[in-house]
């Protein structure tokens, strides 16, 4: 177990030198004029241009500016944004914000599809199942884009239930609604898959044998069945993090939320290679970390799986 | 199952961390909305050190935190206003400034001609990248305090150290007098320094001369009738206060919260829920439901914006005079500005926009009237190419309006029309510089200073730092500078007009539209106004009840 875990820490670090030099080499390659990009349309002086060239090594090539930033980054300096803000700072601004609304919107899907999941499995091919799967697929239909500002509108403006806007100290409360919209773009496949595994489960051997015991149909459903139903769907939420980082750029930009979302965005449009790099870094280094719990919950899940 | 309860325990630990995170830092709601504040929109600025704003989200914080030595009248004439007089000498060659005394910076300290001095120095030194600095560069001494890299820039060899680190010009007479001296007569100068680059900065700012101090950018001070709360939180806001005893005009409000918005829509649904009280520019995409929301809370002034499009004079299918008169022509104005714009803009039929004084309506003439019959006929003599493009950047939503005017163009000439994509500005100037043939360019300008020679200089001169279609015409030139060397305003102005007919005989390019500020408040505040430069009147606003 121990020496599994150090093992996948290992990789982790190899994962992350080589994601940040793929980014790096990305970014460069885009890169065509960033200081032009800084200003806008505004036309760029001489010595400003040289002073910028100069502060930001852009003068020099991919592998010296790769060099200058990896130096940074060993002594924990993540460098400067091409606007002169430090990018720990950036950061330390954005990824909180960023993190609560993910949590929100995964504590939000996973109850309701686990909810909505088992019963419609229990109630197969009923009124409730096939509501559900209406809804499923119209929520599948609807990509990210039209819900956030759709939800804003409904629930935000006209019926003013939500505040229409986050800001970046925002209550969770603010935080609801961008949370429902970003958790519609992943409850979908968990509530189908959650639905689909219960129902496969129900049939089962083991089953049988419980009910034959004289369980509960309680105990059942909630301690046999689906605990050996999670499996397939804590993998899911795990892969479903990166949706949600996804989802994140158009909900942060909808409710102007200042978080990792609209940090990316910016970079990217500003061709502000170190942010991107430095934001993307931590995002690897995080899906890496979600990968290995969800390894590790099913260990946790199914006592047959041993980590050695 | 004794060895399953640590895993049922790290599971339980994570939910409820987890569920600790999420709830955290909840409960920071501080709705101060009895009192006499109010909450205006804004982008993220890019920089707060006046000399490194050249937007317009920075600029309205920071004339809430300076008080500008000019400020303009109704008429866009310039008034002294932490100036007590601003003299020029007969040629216009040494400004004299004095400084009305008394006044100080928010931390106390008071201001004297050093302040001003320090910071325009700083403004103008070539290493120090400041945004701001060609605003300084009329001064003379300019020239010593930038560098030039001898092997360009992609050469190994780093450029050399300027000869000089203070500005020749600018001479201290004593603590609150100072002079100017320019390069070069400029009647017009008074004007230039109402812009945010001329603000004085405390000595609080500097760690060592000409080294600004760590943070201070974050937690600036200034002259003016309000100060910073707290620091600037980037992203999210930036809280200015009042300043007790200002000595200058004061505001009738008590405070501003400046809210940072990353999307001007949902700044505009936040406007209309009331969470924000001003919004400068309401997006074109709520432009349609502005007037059943906001009722007469929704306005509109003018704004400085021009919009055109010019003709690369290295693109010789152009160089036939009737080719652009025609391909102006061609183009129904108005039509764009009621069917895309929504009357946010309006049609344009001058070279300069109508804010500045010496403006003449539609000294474009005929060339800018709908016209397509003539235009056809004039097309076909002058055997205009039969395929041309409009290229623009796609970054700035113009394509609606570049796909319209190219279906105009083919309707009226019967010719192909196509809008040409490049991803930023940069990639369009990158082409233009390797003389590729980009067809008509898409173009834009804001003015720094309400003058006519701020259109003409830069968009039109010869070498003018926006002139990227390579205009040349040496008559013109010469009445431009002969303009802003003249004696008076009326003067000036003369020679101004002057040089304007010539652009409306040569066409170099094609005025389009002139911008508007279509701005919204909510039923707290009154009294708004938002001014050319697209700021809020500060001293004028105030909140109802």
Known sequence: MFRYIVRRLLQMVLTFFGATFLLYALVFANQKDPIQALVGERPVTESQRIALTQRYHLDEGFFMQYWYYMKGLLTGDFGTSLTGRKIVDMMADAWPVTLRLALIAIVIAATFSVTVGVYSALKRGGLFDNVSLVITLVLLAMPIVVIAPLFQLIFGIQLGWFPPTATRDATVWQLLLPAIVLACIVIAPEMRVTRTSVVENLRADYVRTARAKGLTRMRVIWVHVLRNSLIPVVTLIGVDLGGLMAGAIVTEHVFNIPGVGFNLARAIRTEDGPLVVGFVSILVILFLFINLLVDLLYAALDPRIRYE | ?545
């Open chain 2, 1 to 545: 199952m004794p060895g399953k309860s640590p895993w049922k325990m790290a599971v339980g630990a994570t939910a409820i961390a987890l569920l600790a995170a999420g709830c955290g830092s909840g409960g920071s709601d501080d709705s101060s909305s009895a009192s006499n504040t109010v909450v205006i929109g804004i982008g993220e600025p890019q920089h707060l050190i006046p000399t490194n704003s050249t937007e317009s989200n920075g600029s309205e914080v920071l004339a809430s935190l300076f008080y500008p030595l000019v400020d303009f009248d109704a008429q866009n004439n310039p008034v002294p206003v932490a100036a007590e007089s601003i003299t020029a000498d007969a040629t216009s060659t040494v400004w004299t400034v004095k400084l009305k005394s008394g006044f100080t910076f928010s931390n106390g300290e008071p201001v004297t001609s050093d302040n001003y001095i320090n910071a325009w120095n700083y403004g103008a030194y070539g290493p120090n990248g400041q945004g701001a600095s060609y605003f300084f560069e009329r001064i003379k001494g300019f020239a010593d305090l930038q560098s030039k890299d001898p092997d360009g820039e992609e050469g190994p060899q780093k450029a050399p150290e300027p000869k000089a680190k203070t500005l020749e010009g600018l001479k201290k007479v004593d603590d609150t007098t100072f002079t100017i001296t320019l390069s070069a007569p400029f009647a017009g100068w008074e004007s230039v320094m109402g812009y945010s680059a001329f603000y004085p900065l405390p000595k609080a700012a500097w760690k060592s001369d000409g080294v600004l101090a760590d943070g201070f950018e974050d937690a600036i001070i200034g002259n003016g009738p309000f100060k910073l709360k707290g620091k600037w939180e980037h992203d999210a806001q930036i809280v200015v206060e009042k300043v007790a005893d200002f000595k200058g005009t004061v505001p009738k409000i008590d405070g501003i919260t400046w809210k940072i918005y990353q999307d001007q829509q949902a700044e505009y649904a936040d406007l209309v829920a009331g969470n924000v009280d001003v919004q400068t520019t309401i997006p074109i995409e709520s432009l349609a439901k502005a007037s059943a929301d906001l009722g007469d809370r929704f306005k509109k002034s003018p704004n400085s914006t021009f919009q055109f499009v010019g003709f690369p004079t290295f693109q010789k299918e152009f160089s036939d005079v009737r080719v652009r008169q025609a391909i102006s022509m061609a183009i129904n104005r108005q039509e764009i500005t009621d069917q895309i714009f929504l009357g946010s803009q309006s049609p344009a039929t001058s070279f300069v926009s109508p804010v500045v004084a010496g403006y003449r309506e539609n000294t474009c003439g005929d060339n800018c009237v709908y016209n397509p019959t003539k235009a056809k006929e004039l097309y076909t003599a002058a055997n205009g190419p039969k395929e041309m493009k409009i290229t623009y950047n796609v970054d700035g939503n113009h394509k609606a309006w570049v796909d319209a005017t190219c279906n105009q163009i083919k309707a009226s000439l019967g010719i192909n029309c196509v809008g040409g994509e490049e991803p930023k500005f940069a990639d369009l100037l990158s082409k233009v510089e390797k003389k590729q043939p980009v067809g008509l360019i898409r173009l834009g300008w804001v003015m720094d200073y309400p003058l006519m020679e701020n259109y003409l200089g830069p968009l039109y001169s010869t070498g003018g730092s926006s002139n990227y279609y390579g205009y040349s015409n040496p008559t013109f030139d010469n009445l431009v500078k002969e303009g802003s060397v003249a004696k008076t305003p009326q003067e000036a102005i003369a020679k101004w007009q002057a040089a304007e007919d010539i652009l409306a005989k040569e066409m170099p390019v094609i005025p389009l539209r002139n911008g508007q500020n279509v701005f919204g408040y909510s039923t707290k505040v009154n009294n708004v106004n938002v001014d050319l430069f697209q700021k809020v009147d500060l001293y004028k606003i105030e909140v109802v009840g």
